[in-house]
């Protein structure tokens, strides 16, 4: 939840300082980016799949996961979307005074959609949806990168 707004916040300090445009123009940049991002998805999913007894013996014996380590995974998660540098290219402009600092303008309305972002995700979940979370990470994460016509 709050890996994935820092993760937001990144993206819109890329898209003030004009990176976001690269990559929304160039097709080869848009692909590298949903391909890391595709690809960490994946590497989630696998991870959980994996790791699947681990989590339940952690949550059997309330282990503590390591401090920031959610938090990178979010971050990561949220930083490699490419759909919300689109998104952030297409819609944040619209709302900035061209007469003023628009890469501050562009940075504060990024804030504050990350901080709702972060506001409006579920904080808590059950740890049979936690368990089924990797299950649903692998084909979401290989979507992104198939064709539009095989999906």
Do not use: C, E
Not at 27 to 40: F, R
Not at 67 to 96: C, D, E, S, W, Y
């Amino acid at each position: 939840m709050v890996g994935n707004a820092l993760g937001l916040v990144a993206q819109v300090v890329l898209v003030a300082v004009g990176l976001g445009a690269v990559v929304a123009a160039s097709a080869t940049a848009y692909t590298v980016v949903k391909v890391l991002g595709a690809a960490y998805v994946v590497w989630l999913g696998v991870q959980a799949i994996r790791h699947r007894s681990d989590a339940r013996l952690a949550m059997g014996a309330a282990t503590p996961t390591r401090r920031g380590h959610p938090v990178r995974i979010g971050f990561t998660v949220g930083a490699t979307n490419p759909k919300t540098i689109v998104f952030f290219v297409a819609f944040l402009p619209q709302f900035t005074d061209p007469g003023g600092p628009v890469a501050l303008q562009t940075v504060l309305l990024g804030l504050v959609f990350g901080v709702l972002a972060a506001a409006s995700t579920a904080p808590g979940r059950s740890p049979r949806g936690r368990r089924a979370r990797g299950s649903r990470a692998v084909p979401h994460g290989s979507t992104p990168s198939a064709p539009p016509a095989a999906r």
